[in-house]
């Protein structure tokens, strides 16, 4: 089966622009997650869908994200605008039932 | 890169030997524990998990070792390989909602052939 993709797998963009992550999750996975990591820190949990409801979004860090999962099919992840301590990786996960997280490879988003 | 101002613990092991990595958590309320395998460019990959009724599981040649007592996680690896060479994460539930796990810093594991 194909796992998590994530598109793009770079972004480089400039301080208060917008940037669009996208998240494909296995198919079928009804559960989706956020994750990032900025420079020098853990990988964090940013939010939860359980197909297109927000089940947990005590992570997202203000204002400026923006997730959605219409029809609950794939994810998207909007930062707008992009500050400079945003850059790191932005993982997205999915999983059908029970803990067993599916990680994709991550979106290294540079603000500059 | 990526691990540039986070400074992560290295174990360095021969080909061969039996890796242990370790993992300190501080919450008593976690009751479900993972770790993880990311590979240089990629997303963590699940290794085992274990809960906290369990002290212990096993899986191909890894083993996990929970002691609550101490809220110390382990991660035995045997006869290693080249290819499990990567940084190492265990993670944990506080009790909050499926799929919000607290990862830890990371342990870099260096094989050498």
């Known amino acids: 089966e194909a796992g998590v993709t994530q598109f793009p797998s770079h972004s480089v963009i400039e301080k208060g622009q917008t940037v669009t992550l996208r998240c494909d999750p296995i198919s079928g996975h009804d559960n989706l997650y956020w994750y990032r990591r900025v420079m020098g820190k853990e990988i964090k949990f940013l939010l939860h869908?359980?197909?297109?409801?927000?089940?947990?979004e005590s992570g997202m860090p203000n204002n400026r994200f923006l997730a959605e999962r219409t029809g609950g099919t794939y994810s998207t992840l909007k930062v707008q605008p992009a500050e400079l301590e945003d850059s790191g990786v932005y993982f997205c996960?999915?999983?059908?039932?029970?803990?067993?997280?599916?990680f994709g490879n991550g979106t290294r988003l540079t603000v500059t | 890169g990526e691990s540039v101002g986070l400074h992560l613990p290295t174990l360095s092991v021969q080909e061969g030997d039996n890796s242990i990595i370790n993992c300190a958590y501080s919450n008593s309320a976690s009751d479900y524990f993972i770790w993880y395998k990311q590979e240089s460019g990629k997303g963590p990959q699940f290794i085992i998990d274990i809960r906290s009724n369990m002290d212990k599981r096993q899986g191909q040649r890894v083993t996990v070792l929970l002691n609550k007592t101490v809220k110390h996680l382990s991660l035995q690896i045997a006869a290693t390989q080249p290819g499990d060479s990567a940084v190492y994460f265990c993670?944990?539930?506080?009790?909050?909602?499926?799929?919000?796990?607290?990862f830890g810093k990371g342990t870099k594991l260096s094989v050498k052939p």
């Open positions: 869908f359980v197909k297109e409801s927000k089940q947990d």
């Open positions: 993670a944990e539930n506080r009790g909050g909602s499926q799929g919000n796990l607290i």
């Open positions: 996960a999915s999983s059908l039932q029970g803990w067993t997280l599916h």
